[in-house]
Every structure is written in structure tokens, then in C-alpha cells.
């Protein structure tokens, strides 16, 4: 971790809405229901993320937890700019990459090794410079025999695997300020491909990279997070150490 520390990602009261249309039919008592209040529109509004406030220094990791649909990955994708913000303030200080455990981008006709060069290319790696690294990605894989496969022959698992290890090795080039985890052990990650791939984290955290951090994995975020929010609602309703904040997630979880 860095002396020195940098803020390198704030959001000030970050709201984030999403419109579900709703077709319309006079059948159902809930339909009926909706078509009175909304005579017009037929659709409603809701609030994924409500007047969300963090900061994220340089060589630190801001863990996230919370229920599924609590607003987790819509935090990372509004910081990250992929979705647009309704209200409020995002503020980033250096470059910034959002990596998604899901096999964001890979191409399921190809094969692992033309996935790799796709992505290696769409990440701005030259082709000598995925030369020098496909060995890596391979090896954290752990997918030798499967080089030549077309993805479509993968498990889902599988390509979320695949993708961290691609995903993780070009970061690796790139060295970037502010780092975005979405799930990214959420699949296909057993203990050796788990431990290979924080050690990639916490070389590039080293670097002073900041870090925000989404997963289910309790051990993890406590292992290595030194702040976490938990989320619920779309809410920030703990913040802080993160066993305390662990603590008050799982009482909640036994509710």
C-alpha cells in the first residue's frame, strides 16, 4: 500500500434509476391495478442506487456486499460509466478498468486462443504483446487442453474463468489507477485458481492501484478489503470494518 495516498474514485450522492415497461393488459387484477395509476406511461420507475457517497484512495480496497439485486453491479457499472447517473456527482482521478467475472465480451464461436487474441486486442494489446502473455493466461486458466475448443464447448463457469485470466493479464499491461471486481471468482474458481488470481490483484493494488471490490465470497472481502459497505435496497446502510459490516450482513441475511 501506498504512503502516499491518492483519492482516485469519489461519488457524491449517486442516484441510479431504471423504467420497467409493462405491457398492457386489463386482464390481470395487477395490470388493472397499474393502468389506473398510470393511465399513460404503462411503465414504472424504480431506484436501483439511492444517494450512494464513497471514496476510494490509491492501494486501497473498498469491499461491496449485499443481497442479489441490492444495487451492486449497477455501482460498478455507474462508477465505471458504462450507465449513466440520474443525480449526482462521479469523480475519477486516473484510468479506470471494470472487470466482470461473466466472460464480458468473449465470443462463444471462436476458440480460446482467438478469444484471447480478441480481447487482448480490444484491451490494447498488440499481437506481440499477447504472444509474450498467452502462456500466463493459459496457465491461470487452467485450460491447456482446451486452447483449440470453440467457447460454445465451455461450461459457464468455464468462460468466466477464462475471461478473468485474459482480463486480469492485459491490467497487468496497462497498470491502471482504479480497478472495478465485479464477481469476478463468483464461477468456475476453485482454491488454486482463486489464490493465482488475488495474487495478480495484490501485485497491481501494490502498483497503488485503488480498488472496489463486489463479491459473495465473506472471506474474501474480510481477507482483503480494508473498508466495506453493505447494501441494501439500493441503500448504503453500513459502512466501515469490515467484520462489523460482515457481522450486520449476515444478521441480516438470518432475518
Given at each position: 500500500m501506498t504512503n502516499n495516498k491518492i483519492e482516485r474514485i469519489r461519488l457524491e450522492n449517486v442516484t441510479k434509476k431504471f423504467t420497467r415497461r409493462i405491457k398492457k393488459d386489463n386482464k390481470s387484477v395487477l395490470s388493472r391495478v397499474?393502468?389506473?395509476f398510470y393511465p399513460k406511461e404503462n411503465k414504472l420507475e424504480f431506484e436501483v442506487l439511492k444517494s450512494i457517497s464513497l471514496s476510494v484512495c490509491s492501494g486501497e480496497i473498498l469491499g461491496v456486499i449485499g443481497k442479489n439485486g441490492s444495487g451492486k453491479s449497477t455501482l460498478l457499472k455507474v462508477a465505471a460509466g458504462i450507465y449513466k447517473s440520474d443525480n449526482g456527482v462521479i469523480k475519477t482521478n486516473g484510468s479506470l478498468i471494470?472487470?466482470?467475472g461473466f466472460g464480458q465480451g468473449i465470443k462463444v464461436k471462436l476458440t480460446m486462443k482467438e478469444n484471447i487474441y480478441l480481447l487482448g486486442a480490444v484491451m490494447g494489446l498488440s499481437k506481440k504483446d499477447v504472444d509474450a502473455k498467452i502462456d500466463q493466461i493459459v496457465e491461470l486458466s487452467g485450460f491447456k487442453d482446451y486452447l483449440n475448443t470453440p467457447i460454445f464447448q465451455?461450461?459457464?463457469?468455464m468462460i468466466s474463468r477464462l475471461g478473468f485470466s485474459i482480463s486480469i493479464h492485459c491490467l497487468e499491461h496497462h497498470n491502471p489507477d482504479i480497478l472495478l471486481?465485479?464477481?469476478?471468482?463468483s464461477a468456475g474458481g476453485d482454491i488454486d485458481?482463486?489464490?493465482k488470481g488475488v495474487k495478480k490483484m495484490e501485485d497491481l493494488i501494490k502498483k497503488g492501484a485503488a480498488v472496489i471490490l463486489v463479491s459473495h465470497s465473506l472471506d474474501m472481502i474480510k481477507k482483503y478489503c480494508?473498508?466495506?459497505i453493505l447494501l441494501d435496497k439500493g441503500k448504503i446502510i453500513e459502512e466501515g470494518d469490515p467484520?462489523?459490516?460482515i457481522d450486520k450482513y449476515v444478521s441480516l441475511l438470518n432475518k
Open positions: 397499474i393502468n389506473f471494470y472487470v466482470t465451455f461450461s459457464s463457469g471486481f465485479d464477481e469476478v471468482f485458481f482463486e489464490d480494508n473498508r466495506v467484520q462489523k459490516v
